[in-house]
């Protein structure tokens, strides 16, 4: 069985569907996008590092915004187009990175840790309730959604640690513990793993994981955070 690989932790100039972008930094890792004009991103509003005073910045609406709005989720995210550079930080240690997608491909991210990406990828989202979200207060958590549309896009995040991917064979799993998954492909199927463990006379402690059964990419992040309901 193979390892999980690293993921490239830097960037000095990479260029996809006509985007460059940069990644610098080794504890906290920033973003830099190259805009020219035309081109248009969008972001979480809170992580914004700099910008050129050229790039103009924008509201894009979020489909499902009431249904979002009621849970507690962001309802907009923030848009960039240029020309000129913009860069953005996490406010975390951790591992920025760049997925290119194809047309029509999708990939499923864990909440929060969505970073930017270019803006013919659609963004929607899927509430998961269940056992899983024991840690969570019990009240469920999001899996955001990216859908490449047309042509050819980038979506980056931010993991926290370091970010390793594994892929999945067919019918292959791998346990992992709910904070310690980043994203998967939407072919790859997750389901929750209790196990019981006696420590004693009339005590027992349980073990809680996610089960990850491919085919299909599973990223994971070597540093997690036990994010609070709703936040």
């Given amino acids: 069985m193979e390892r999980p690989k690293l993921l490239v932790t830097s960037a000095p100039a990479e260029t996809y569907a006509g985007y460059s972008y940069f990644l610098d930094g080794e504890l906290v890792p ?9 081109q248009v991103i969008y972001f979480e509003h809170h992580i914004l590092l700099w910008k050129n005073p050229g790039i103009a910045i924008g509201v894009r ?11 507690g989720m962001q309802i ?7 020309p000129g550079q913009i860069a953005f930080s996490r406010d975390g240690p951790g591992h920025v990175f760049g997925i290119h997608m194809k047309p029509g491909q999708e990939i499923h991210i864990r909440e929060h840790q969505f ?3 270019t803006g013919n990828i659609e963004y929607t989202y899927e509430r998961v309730k269940g056992v899983t979200n024991m840690l969570l207060g019990g009240t469920g958590f999001f899996i955001d959604k990216f859908r490449c549309e047309n042509t050819d896009g980038i979506l980056w995040l931010h993991g926290y640690g370091n ?3 594994k892929v999945l064979a067919p019918g292959e799993q791998m346990d992992i513990e709910p904070g310690g998954w980043l994203y998967k492909d939407p072919g790859v199927k997750m389901e929750t793993n209790l196990q019981s463990i006696s420590t004693g006379f009339m005590a027992s402690m349980n073990i809680v994981a996610n089960r990850f059964t491919g085919p299909g990419r599973i990223g994971i992040q070597s540093m997690y955070l036990h994010m609070p309901s709703g936040e």
């Fill in 30 to 38: 920033a973003l830099t996008i190259d805009l020219v004009p035309g």
């Fill in 76 to 82: 907009f995210v923030t848009q960039a187009s240029g």
């Fill in 115 to 117: 970073l930017a990406a």
């Fill in 61 to 71: 609406p979020m489909k499902g915004a009431m249904k979002r709005m009621i849970a």
């Fill in 163 to 165: 970010v390793f991917e």
